[in-house]
């Protein structure tokens, strides 16, 4: 045992000096705050046209790649998952099924790098290949109204700005022209005219991500097939409306729900669930008029609307944070005082809903991992029980004039399945598109449910999935999972990679923070501005239960946050740095003093707020896991990522962070910043790749706590 731990200590001593030999290039900028200095030390990264910068990010991912090589069982996460994949056969995404009854759906077989595009006539029929996207990635499909035609969204690299091609569905034809700078699998779709001879996208004026123009000032484009795709009817946008002062960090995008709507429905899209809204006669916009009016703003609190004839739908957050399900008359549209359908439940909050032709289908959820569906009928509430308990419940209909209904229930340790509920029967038929799979390596996996209490007295929801053999004796290695933004929440689903650390003897927790949706808007706003700092005293707090209960212990506990969920990851290690053995910030958001500066830091000034404003720059500061890093502090192994082609975290975000943290840290404990060269946020890359990354995560994290498998030996090459 004492050569292991010396040959270990080697390994780690060489990790220190190896860095210290490479230390990242800095030039400092103070900058005055309303009376306050900030020293930035390392704002050259964020131009990415420094070579010194590009160099020195890329040595320290080859760096790391030589430290990850020597950890045994490095990729025993990725094998396994493509274990699993094969097992399954293949995996269905992005389904969708026309008014007709066509379904258009990718599928990936375990073997293929990417998803390929298919189609069938309707649910029993055979199976016919669309489109092979051989080395891109699908991000989005849309068949049009009738299903006669389908437009492909094509990215590649992980980068979220695609092109879109259209193919003809009967003979298999592409037409000639591609569409570029769209974004459509994240920013406003595809929506169809009535007459399948075009649509509306959003075009991107600037796409290169290194530029502070990047996003600014799109547009939404009516496309007519086989036209000149470069010569863009810029339909809804501050340009050709000037008079609706849209600014420049908003998307406007289309709305379309249904081919025989009277209205077309525009929308500013920024990191908001409220935002601003406007409506226009479709015949008015078909005929080249662009008299968009007002149809609501964000002080409404109007959320997930949908046309029904001259009905209005929508979820409201208007002094009801649960939201209550509601209706309005669109041409003396009341969103105030409109008529409540279903009033706001006290511990449940609804999620989503759909309109078919028997009534309104809705679903809610309890602390964000207990689902249940309802129907509204005939002015009353019918509650539908499910096939078996829900974490997570999703609805899919045909529309208003059709009775057909698809729910679609998943678990942490429920493989997702589809059923066609019948409504006369109060039945549901299976109706998978995929095979249903055993997996009885996982069936010892157990989920409890926790509600731990915070400092300040609130109830945290805390998921934590582990063996049911495990022993509560401090000693299981423990993974902290925490986002908590946007009022989004961590719904459960059928969490393979968690299963895998479970059966490793390990347990995993995912920390349902403030700033997350799990409890309604009330939630949400506990993490938000100025309360962001509840997001990672949620997360101490609930690391500290679990502690004190004698599941794990600091020197077991790692701590994982991507994207936004780097402002609670990286605070809270900043924070309590004695608490944590190890830290995980993928593609996070680190520098939020300087984030607005970032292609995507405009759009997300209403969630976090603006360094030009007094009250929000402390909030701000509050929240920069970068500036919190102090010197001579010792601080957990931590591993930091990041996507070159990550438009949303732009890469400096992590490196800053990554070098800072390196400079400072005290501890030898390892430091590892590594960027995917092929990646940009984690999306639109193909699955192997994202295993790959999650395989480095987890044998990093199970290395720094401890687990025998994964610590390097005599027989690591030094």
Not at 15 to 33: F, M
Not at 327 to 345: A, C, Y
């Amino acid at each position: 045992m004492k050569g292991i731990i010396f040959i270990v200590a080697i390994f780690l001593f060489g990790i220190t000096k190896a860095q210290l030999t490479n230390a990242a290039p800095s030039q400092p900028v103070s900058t005055n705050y309303f009376g306050n200095t900030v020293i930035d030390e390392y704002r050259n990264f964020e131009n990415l046209k420094d070579t010194k910068v590009l160099d020195w990010m890329q040595s320290q991912t080859d760096y790391t790649n030589t430290i990850l090589i020597k950890i045994p069982n490095r990729n025993y996460y990725v094998e396994q998952r493509l274990e699993l994949d094969k097992r399954q056969g293949y995996s269905i995404l992005d389904f969708k099924i026309t008014n007709n009854n066509k379904y258009f759906y990718l599928k990936k077989n375990a073997d293929e790098k990417t998803a390929k595009v298919y189609y069938r006539a309707n649910f029993n029929e055979q199976e016919e290949l669309l489109y092979d996207p051989y080395d891109y990635v699908v991000t989005l499909i849309s068949p049009s109204w009738d299903g006669s035609k389908l437009a492909i969204s094509l990215s590649e690299k992980g980068k979220e700005i695609s092109k879109i091609i259209v193919m003809e569905v009967k003979s298999k034809n592409i037409y000639p022209q591609t569409i570029t700078q769209a974004n459509p699998g994240s920013v406003g779709g595809i929506k169809w005219l009535e007459d399948n001879s075009g649509f509306f996208y959003v075009y991107y004026p600037v796409v290169d991500i290194t530029s502070n123009a990047f996003g600014k000032d799109t547009q939404s484009i009516l496309y007519k097939i086989g036209e000149d795709p470069n010569k863009r009817n810029d339909i809804f946008s501050n340009t050709v409306n000037p008079d609706l002062k849209i600014s420049n960090d908003v998307a406007p995008a289309i709305l379309a729900f249904n081919s025989d709507d009277q209205y077309y429905i525009g929308m500013l899209v920024d990191a908001e669930d409220f935002r601003r809204t406007f409506i226009i006669r479709k015949k008015d916009l078909l005929k080249g008029q662009k008299n968009w009016t007002p149809l609501y703003d964000k002080n409404d609190k109007v959320y997930y609307i949908r046309l029904s004839g001259d009905d209005l739908y929508f979820l409201s957050g208007y002094n009801s944070p649960n939201y209550k399900l509601c209706k309005t008359n669109i041409k003396q549209p009341n969103f105030k005082n409109p008529q409540i359908l279903v009033s706001e439940k006290k511990d449940e909050v609804i999620k989503g809903y759909t309109i078919n032709k028997d009534g309104i289908y809705f679903t809610t959820t309890k602390n964000g991992v207990e689902a249940k569906l309802y129907l509204y009928k005939d002015g009353k509430e019918i509650a539908i029980k499910l096939p078996y308990a829900s974490g997570n419940v999703n609805l899919q209909s045909k529309g208003k004039d059709f009775s057909d209904i698809w729910i679609t229930c998943s678990g942490w340790t429920n493989e997702e399945q589809r059923f066609r509920y019948d409504l006369e029967n109060n039945s549901f038929i299976p109706e998978n598109l995929t095979p249903v799979t055993e997996y009885p390596e996982f069936k010892d996996i157990v989920v409890e449910e926790l509600s731990v209490k915070s400092e300040d007295g609130q109830d945290i929801p805390l998921s934590l999935i582990y063996n049911k053999n495990l022993v509560k004796n401090g000693t299981a290695p423990t993974l902290i999972d925490a986002y908590g933004a946007y009022g989004i929440s961590r719904s459960p689903f059928f969490a393979k990679t968690y299963l895998l650390w479970a059966n490793q003897g390990g347990m995993v927790a995912i920390a349902h923070v403030r700033g997350g949706g799990e409890k309604g808007e009330k939630w949400h706003l506990g993490g938000y501005k100025d309360t962001k700092a509840n997001s990672w005293k949620d997360l101490i707090d609930c690391t500290e239960y679990l502690i004190k209960e004698n599941y794990t212990s600091k020197d077991k506990t790692a701590i994982w946050g991507t994207s936004a969920g780097g402002i609670a990851v990286g605070r809270a290690m900043a924070e309590r740095p004695d608490l944590f053995k190890a830290a995980i910030v993928e593609v996070g958001m680190t520098n939020m003093l300087r984030f607005e500066n970032t292609p995507n830091g405009e759009g997300n000034i209403k969630e976090f707020g603006t360094a030009t404003n007094p009250n929000d720059f402390k909030a701000l500061l509050g929240m920069d896991a970068y500036q919190h890093i102090k010197n001579g502090v010792k601080y957990p192994a931590t591993f930091i990522t990041g996507g070159i082609n990550d438009n949303r975290v732009i890469v400096w975000q992590p490196a800053k962070f990554a070098a800072k943290l390196m400079a400072n840290n005290a501890s030898t404990n390892p430091i590892l910043l590594k960027i995917d060269y092929e990646g940009g946020h984690g999306n639109n890359i193909p699955l192997s790749q994202r295993y790959a990354g999650l395989s480095d995560i987890f044998a990093f994290t199970l290395w720094q706590l401890g687990h025998p498998d994964y610590q390097p030996n005599e027989n690591t090459k030094q």
